[in-house]
């Protein structure tokens, strides 16, 4: 503790986490837009500092001081708290998560539980922005965002049971929720070599939760002209981005707790304090830097796809997981038939989308979905 | 134990509060910072250029519906399997073949949405 009280302790640190916070989405956002323009052939922000580097300030002065329309017939509180809505979960999510063995919050003993609880309420942000901005677009888009990110939360959640069921700690042998514990548990071997279904399912649905390309259906310029969002405008619509952007920095952290080993070492336990954040550092910009370069090489999926995907091929693989996990606990088979059953079960899940995705591409789109409406 | 637990959970609230206060605080700021001047034109829905035609508060197709129900059947199953993905080796092998039976029921509960052809976005 930093300080003996609890309100004064948590206070101390959300108020880091407060402050790092924009602070970090305005460097993703001049980091992804350098990253877009090298990925294109051109250069990105070049015009404000020294190769553009203050170009993310600029944009905050300029949405601070753009005025927020509000459209008359809007429904007034739906609209105006829906970025509260949308934002506030996600900065819930950060008191339970820890960056290295000591630099956290709070480590909650339910922490994974807290967080994928407290990130679902989002959800009820987007329908909100949909419904109240009285925009034929937005409540589409607020529709297709509802689908879209309940659907995917379920294979998200499982996949993160799996783990939380094969964490090993010394003390209470197998199965834990608490995130440390998680992360202690992989000194060996990091759980994407024991659960790399669980690893694919997990960031695939995460993908998806974070409404990104290909699966930026509930924004998609061409389709919902940004969806949920078209109706807000300077600092009320820069809450939405600064959600979209946290939440990327929240899923990445998760996915190289849950399945990189976090601050260990790939392959052994018990690095020094100052190789941890290092580390963490790595494997987190590792899968922030794998959802930049998807986002300019995969095209957007069709929204029937999208769900038959989630719900035809990640949803039973998930729970095929489980079950083979609590299999292999319960008769207390060694480790490694856990790494190669879910291998097997992963390369038959790749193979199934392989095909479902060269049939989409030999046949034609059905007429029916080329009616006015029926893609909506 | 006791005392753990709130100083964990007052990190939560404090949480919360910090979260409504860096949201509404950014609203502040924009409303102090930010020019106003209302015009008709400017309040208007945008409907890409055009003016608004008809109602906005269109109707959605059923079958999101159908999601939503499928949705919470599967996230119900997720509120069961966390308490038991922390215990089940501790009570043994019948607490993992009931799980099993229950993921089983619910399988087959997706199976039979699969064929009835809910999960087809036709």
New interface residues.
């Given amino acids: 503790m930093i300080a003996d009280n ?2 004064l ?3 101390i ?3 880091a ?2 402050l790092a ?1 924009p602070l970090s989405v305005i460097i993703l956002t001049y980091l992804e837009r350098k990253i877009s323009g090298r990925l294109q052939q051109r250069l990105g922000p070049m015009r404000v500092g020294p190769y553009g580097i203050l170009q993310g300030l600029a944009d905050t002065i300029k ?12 429904d007034r509180w739906t609209f105006e708290l829906a ?2 809505a949308v ?2 979960p996600v ?2 999510a ?2 339970t998560l820890p960056f290295t063995a000591d630099l956290f ?2 480590n ?2 339910l922490g994974l ?2 967080i994928i609880a407290v990130s679902g309420v989002s959800i009820v942000g987007f329908v909100m922005a949909g ?1 109240g ?5 937005a ?2 888009g607020g ?1 297709r965002a ?2 879209q990110l ?2 995917y ?2 294979p998200l ?2 996949a993160v ?1 799996a783990v ?2 094969i964490a090993y700690t010394p003390e209470a ?5 608490n995130l440390v514990e998680i992360v202690d548990g992989q000194g060996r071997v990091p759980f994407i070599v024991w659960q790399p279904l669980a690893f694919f399912i997990f960031l695939v649905a995460g993908l998806a939760e974070l409404y990104r390309q290909p699966f930026d259906i509930p924004v998609a310029e061409s389709e919902v ?1 940004g969806g949920p969002f ?2 807000y405008s ?3 619509w ?2 939405f981005q600064m959600a979209e952007f946290v939440s990327m920095v929240l899923i990445s952290v998760l996915a190289s707790l849950l399945f990189l080993g976090g601050w260990n070492w790939p392959l052994g336990n018990g690095a020094g304090i100052a190789l941890q954040v290092p580390l963490i550092f790595v494997k987190t910009s590792f899968f922030i830097l794998l959802f930049i370069w998807l986002r300019f090489s995969l095209p957007r999926l069709r ?2 796809q999208m ?2 995907f989630c ?2 091929v990640l ?2 693989f998930a ?1 095929l997981q ?2 083979i996990n ?2 292999v ?2 008769y207390g088979w060694p480790d490694w038939t856990l790494g190669v059953s879910s291998g097997a079960l992963t390369l038959v899940a790749g193979y199934l989308t392989y095909r479902a995705a060269r049939q989409a591409a030999e046949q034609p789109v059905s007429p ?1 979905l080329h009616r006015v409406g ?3 | 134990m006791i005392q753990d637990l ?3 959970y ?7 509060i ?3 206060l ?3 605080g ?2 502040m ?3 102090i ?5 209302a015009s ?1 034109a ?7 250029g055009m003016l608004p035609i008809g109602r ?3 109707q ?2 059923f079958r ?1 519906y159908l ?2 129900i ?2 919470l059947i ?2 119900i199953e ?1 509120v069961f ?2 308490p038991w ?6 009570i ?2 019948a607490a ?1 073949y009931e ?2 039976f229950f ?1 089983l029921i ?2 087959f509960g ?1 199976l039979y949405a ?1 064929k009835k052809g809910v ?4």
């Fill in positions: 609890a309100w302790d948590g206070l640190r959300m108020g986490i407060a916070m949405l601070l001081t753009k005025e927020d329309l509000r459209p008359q017939t809007a970025p509260f934002m506030v900065f819930l950060f008191v919050v709070r909650l003993e539980f807290f419904w901005s009285d925009n034929k677009y409540l589409l529709a509802a689908a309940i659907s939360e379920i959640v499982l049971v939380a069921m042998g197998r199965g834990s929720l002209v078209i109706e300077g600092i009320r820069s809450m929204i029937d769900m038959q719900w035809q949803l039973p729970l489980i079950i609590g299999w606990l319960v029916r029926s893609v909506m | 709130f100083a964990d007052v990190a939560v609230l404090i949480a919360a910090l979260g409504f860096l949201v509404g950014a609203l700021g924009n409303y910072l930010a020019p106003r001047q008709r400017k309040s208007l829905t945008y409907e890409c906005s508060r269109t959605v197709h999101y999601f939503a499928l949705f599967f996230d997720a399997l966390f993905a922390v215990t089940f080796l501790d043994g092998k993992f799980m099993l993921i619910l399988g997706l699969w999960l087809r976005w036709k």
